[in-house]
């Protein structure tokens, strides 16, 4: 594994938690005043804040049945889910909303996730989370995003286009080699990952 991949896993082992929070709200209460809010949109300063952060990605939780469909339409609010006759769709209202998408930083605690997650029945092995290049967002997403300070996410009002997705990292071997296969037959420039005990590695198409 390169030192690219072994930096982006360990911010992204989504099932483990972790004390600190380098996103504390009192933190981005003044980075935000330090940008004169008022001066700029909300993405303008949601994009410098990555920066200054070094934030790479934002993650976005949802259960691996959804990958098909997801890999398929985007990622989409759940009033604009595209479905087949009988497809089953799993909505996590963590992060899929009736009319909006909700985001995490790459360097979040993800401290409300845990705490959502600890009211839910849900098996390590339906996890699936996925990484959005914030540059390619910015420039797809036709609205302003909205930045909830209290939670330390992003709310993207609209779908999230497929070609803004980098990566997918699950835990189930079977949808493994099921995301594979339409990544390489959609020709899809996405990076599959699967881990297992820490222990992770790449899909070679």
Excluded: C
């Excluded at 998408?101 to 360097?107: A, S």
């Excluded at 996890?127 to 420039?139: Q, S, T």
């Excluded at 080699?177 to 899809?188: F, N, P, S, V, W």
Aim: avoid cysteine.
């Amino acid at each position: 594994m390169n030192n690219k991949v072994k930096n982006m896993v360990s911010k992204l082992i989504f099932w483990k938690t972790f004390s600190d929070d380098i996103l504390e709200e009192n933190e981005l209460d003044s980075f935000f005043k330090s940008l004169f809010v008022n001066a700029g949109s909300e993405k303008e300063l949601i994009l410098e804040l990555t920066k200054t952060k070094k934030i790479n990605h934002f993650l976005f939780y949802t259960n691996v049945k959804n990958a098909s469909n997801i890999l398929r339409h985007g990622i989409r609010p759940v009033k604009e889910l595209k479905l087949k006759t009988n497809e089953e769709f799993v909505v996590w209202d963590y992060h899929q909303r009736q009319e909006s998408i909700n985001l995490d930083f790459d360097v979040s605690s993800r401290a409300h996730f845990w705490k959502w997650l600890s009211d839910q029945t849900i098996n390590d092995n339906e996890f699936m989370v996925i990484g959005i290049d914030p540059e390619k967002l910015a420039k797809s997403s036709k609205n302003d995003w909205i930045f909830n300070r209290a939670y330390g996410m992003i709310n993207v009002v609209e779908a999230i286009k497929v070609e803004d997705i980098n990566w997918i990292l699950i835990r189930d071997e079977e949808y493994f080699d099921l995301i594979k296969t339409i990544i390489k037959d959609e020709e899809l420039q996405i990076k599959i990952y699967i881990s297992h005990d820490g222990m992770v590695r790449t899909g070679e198409l």
